[in-house]
């Protein structure tokens, strides 16, 4: 039955009494961008722009980059286009913006740290979004990856207004980011919380092992906590706060996000529509009771099996 509901719901995300929960898509790669513009969203929650810099010797020119940039824009025009700026390292590395000696990439010179070592990168990067931007009628978001601190942040929002960009925000990825979210939310215009690298970081867990799936299960009460953290510092703050990592995907823990705070789920395309029916079959404050029920659950097993009790599908 949820799926005859969920093909016939369309427009943008709401809850059954109306509160607004923008659906975004999760984009990546060229062949992923049709399906993606085709799919009922709001917009782009995270476009990952790495697949432009893999298996390259040197980084792509700012006159690539922003023919590259100009067409997602356009696909999206009208729309929210969130950007992440490149997140070289750890699983994602590149050979002209990774250090090879590193012992530990996954907490090495990674993210928005490569733009400390290689300033340049960032500004081409930056440089190359404001032409596209310039041109389009699509809202255009940079975000980093891999913040740790309110300093990055704030450092990072001056440098994309510097070339022009109106609207910086700072992914929560790391547990102290979520720890300092006030501060964070403070230095930049959004929060975009990356659940795959925060369960990482949170749980000492390597997110490419999958023997360490129990630990990196996004309904993990641990983890819900530093969403809830950082939804609620947001809020104080007036800031959006949107999910864009795998949690954001499973409809049920969709009603827990929200219920803890957060404004935008971003996923893959065909997520999106179970993700919409959920949510107006419920309202804030149900939403809200499903939150702490998972959030005082033992474990992830037990939130996970109480709120699919609860929840209507
Ligand atoms: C995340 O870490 O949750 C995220 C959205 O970024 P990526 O999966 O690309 O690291
Ligand atoms: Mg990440």
Redesign the pocket.
């Known amino acids: 039955r949820r799926r005859r509901r969920a093909a016939e719901l369309t427009g943008p995300g709401r809850t059954a009494e109306g509160h607004a929960v923008k659906l975004l898509v999760?984009l990546g790669a060229p062949q992923e961008w049709e399906a993606a513009a085709a799919a009922e969203s709001e917009g782009v929650g995270?476009f990952?722009t790495e697949f432009l810099f893999l298996d390259r010797a040197d980084a792509p020119s700012v006159a690539e980059q922003t023919d590259v940039y100009a067409r997602v824009f356009a696909a999206f025009t009208g729309r929210r286009a969130v950007v992440?700026t490149l997140?070289a390292g750890a699983?994602?590395p590149l050979p002209f913006a990774t250090a090879a000696d590193e012992q530990n990439p996954a907490l090495g010179v990674r993210g928005l740290r490569t733009a400390t070592r290689d300033p340049g990168l960032l500004d081409d990067q930056l440089r190359a979004l404001a032409a596209a931007a310039r041109d389009s009628a699509a809202d255009v978001w940079v975000m980093a990856?891999m913040v740790s601190l309110p300093a990055e942040a704030a450092a990072f929002a001056e440098r994309v207004r510097a070339h022009g960009l109106s609207t910086a925000g700072a992914?929560v990825?790391v547990p102290a980011a979520a720890l300092r979210a006030d501060a964070l939310a403070g230095a930049c215009d959004f929060l975009s919380?990356?659940?795959?690298?925060?369960s990482?970081y949170a749980f000492a867990a390597d997110r490419t092992l999958a023997s360490l799936a129990d630990l990196l299960d996004p309904w993990q009460p641990a983890l819900l906590d530093l969403v809830h953290m950082t939804a609620t510092a947001g809020a104080r703050h007036g800031r959006p706060v949107g999910v864009?990592?795998?949690a954001a995907a499973d409809p049920a823990l969709a009603l827990v996000l929200v219920g803890l705070g957060v404004t935008s789920l971003s996923a893959a395309p065909g997520a999106l529509p179970d993700i919409r029916a959920a949510l107006a079959a419920h309202t804030l404050a149900e939403c809200r009771e499903l939150a702490d029920i998972a959030r005082t659950s033992p474990d992830a097993a037990t939130a996970r099996a109480r709120v699919g009790e609860r929840a209507r599908f």
């Open positions: 999760n995270l990952r992440r997140d699983d994602k990856p992914m990825e919380i990356g659940t795959n690298d925060l990482q864009c990592g795998e």
